[in-house]
């Protein structure tokens, strides 16, 4: 249907979709947010933390140094 074949190859479909997918750096940032809220909730859910120790912070803007075989993805937990 709509020209294209209904049994393609593992392969070849992922080749296609990640060709037809546009992920912006708001999109990113938006994801890092709602990560960094989840991990954040868990944290207090656990209710061995005050509320008040724990909170996020804005990302710095300069990448990581790139590394072999390493995505461009990173976390920071700090403790005080």
Not at 21 to 34: C, M, N, P
């Amino acid at each position: 249907f709509l020209g294209i074949a209904k049994k393609i190859p593992a392969e070849e479909m992922e080749k296609l979709l990640l060709n037809s997918i546009e992920v912006t750096d708001s999109d990113l940032r938006q994801l890092a947010e709602r990560r960094a809220q989840n991990v954040k909730e868990l944290l207090l859910q656990s209710g061995n933390i005050e509320a008040s120790r724990v909170f996020i912070v804005e990302p710095k803007t300069h990448s990581p140094e790139k590394k072999d075989k390493v995505k461009d993805s990173r976390v920071n937990f700090r403790l005080k």
